[in-house]
């Protein structure tokens, strides 16, 4: 089934659309878990505050994780240890740690049925070469504040060759969790609206936002909280560069569940949990073969990550598989705080690196601690405005250089596909047309859809993911239906549809 366990497990929404204008405290732009995070601990704190959701909350990019909620993420303490200094490392396992313990302080409180379990974490080796780093990650986790150690043993079913174990990290539901926590902001007073895309904003005293329902909403602080910034101003997307990760689920015994949380960066990522499913079953959750969105052939991705799960776990048949993307700064630590240089009243929070529900939990947190005038020591380690020329030159400039290269290089190329006439039922191609690249994708029923190929946000060309069936512009991560609708940002704005 092409559909997210998350999402086919959980009820859907149905939170009205904005048909009037607002005056608030605060206004939060994004319903994902970084966004109600933060709607959430503000109005427990007795905030005024409104969500806009271009789609439906817990629907984009927290509805198709992984929901791993853990302070050890793959290898950063070794790198936040070198690159910032041991100071910043304990800062960033004591805010992770903090926000896992929040998720479970939350549950606790409300009653949430979130499926939360408590299971260690790794971060696992094969390959004996790599043993020596993995032993000096693990120490560089212990001395940050985390209760890690190196081991030789793991709860998989087949050997490594070393791992990093944190105890007392968990995983959980994120839709049960967050639907429950949007129903608890709503009873306190706050407000979310679905289907309502922000496409403007003004910074000022109020901030003045925009929709594309023609709606102002004025607001005191705004968070922007669309997982990559659908605003330029601050230049973050010269920072982030988006990746798309493929996701499996197959049900297994729950004799046979490997007891924890567990990921390697070998083998083009490979990430492994379990899941409550039926009656003496759990669903194994396999994550992995990242890759750009708008390069690569994503079918092969696919059929590499169901061979892998199936060679390491013989006998289990693919239920579900979906897809999650997310964005990685160029130093590899989150952004979280003030939007830019000039700004006092607009945060943002991105850049969660794959490590979403700790970093989402965390930037609700200090956003909202922020907001109210409190600094945690730690919130200069996530500040978006630090600039570090010995830590980003090399990854901004080999970011550039790619984007770039797309930018330009795609433009020079012969385009993919000569003739519409060309493209077969249920497949797509860019095709140059009187010196006009579009976008034009033949349905199973043989009818075109044509679009502009200019994507909307900085008008890199876009690419087919057949796979999926969506337009990507390899560029910045933004997505598209085949009839030009936005599906992922930083755009805001469909593609134009052309005849």
């Not at 007795?46 to 806009?52: A, D, N, T």
């Not at 996701?247 to 490979?270: F, H, K, Q, W």
């Not at 061979?307 to 700064?329: H, K, L």
């Not at 609700?364 to 600039?387: F, M, N, Q, S």
Request: with cysteine.
């Amino acid at each position: 089934m092409a559909e997210s366990w998350w999402m086919h497990s959980a009820g859907a929404t149905s939170y009205p659309a904005l048909e009037a204008d607002l005056d608030v405290e605060v206004a939060v732009i994004g319903g994902g878990i970084a966004g109600l995070a933060t709607a959430w601990e503000l109005t427990e704190a007795g905030s005024r505050v409104v969500v806009l959701e271009a789609g439906r909350i817990a629907a984009g990019v927290t509805g198709h994780t992984t929901a791993k909620l853990s302070a050890l993420h793959t290898r950063i303490y070794s790198r936040v240890r070198e690159s910032f200094g041991p100071r910043f490392a304990r800062w960033y396992a004591e805010s992770q740690l903090q926000a896992v313990e929040r998720v479970a302080d939350v549950t606790a409180r409300l009653g949430i049925d979130a499926d939360f379990e408590r299971v260690p974490a790794y971060t696992w080796t094969e390959t004996p070469d790599g043993v020596a780093e993995f032993r000096a990650e693990a120490e560089a986790a212990a001395e940050a504040g985390l209760p890690a150690s190196f081991v030789s043993t793991t709860g998989l079913p087949f050997a490594v060759a070393g791992a990093v174990r944190v105890e007392n990290q968990a995983q959980f539901h994120p839709r049960k969790y967050l639907l429950a926590l949007a129903e608890d902001l709503s009873r306190r007073g706050g407000r979310i609206f679905e289907r309502t895309r922000v496409t403007g904003l003004n910074e000022g005293h109020p901030c003045t936002i925009t929709t594309e329902g023609g709606h102002t909403v004025r607001a005191r602080h705004v968070v922007v909280a669309t997982h990559y910034p659908v605003f330029d101003r601050a230049l973050l997307f010269t920072r982030l560069e988006a990746r798309r990760e493929l996701v499996v689920a197959a049900p297994i015994e729950a004799d046979r569940d490997p007891g924890g949380i567990y990921l390697t960066p070998e083998s083009n990522t490979r990430s492994v949990r379990t899941a409550p499913y039926r009656d003496g079953q759990r669903l194994l959750i396999v994550t992995g073969e990242h890759f750009t969105p708008g390069t690569g052939d994503v079918a092969q991705h696919w059929e590499r990550l169901e061979g892998w799960t199936r060679e390491r776990f013989p006998g289990t048949e693919i239920a579900f598989r979906w897809a999650a993307q997310d964005n990685t700064t160029t130093d590899g630590v989150p952004f979280v705080g003030p939007f830019h240089p000039g700004t006092d009243n607009v945060h943002v929070a991105t850049g969660f690196g794959g490590w979403g529900m700790s970093s989402g939990i965390m930037a609700g947190r200090l956003l909202a601690a922020l907001i109210a005038g409190d600094e945690p020591p730690w919130a200069g380690l996530y500040d978006p405005r630090r600039l570090s020329l010995a830590r980003e030159t090399g990854p901004l400039l080999k970011l550039q250089a790619k984007v770039a290269g797309h930018f330009v290089g795609d433009r020079l190329r012969p385009a993919g596909t000569e003739s519409v006439d060309d493209i077969a039922a249920g497949t797509g191609a860019v095709v140059r047309v009187d010196g006009e690249h579009r976008a034009v994708y033949r349905d199973p029923a043989g009818d075109l859809h044509a679009v502009s190929a200019r994507c909307t946000h900085l008008s890199c060309l876009v690419r087919f993911n057949e796979a999926e069936t969506a337009w990507e512009c390899p560029c910045h991560g933004s997505r598209f239906t085949v009839d030009g609708a936005v599906l992922q940002g930083p755009a805001n704005r469909p593609l134009p549809p052309l005849t």
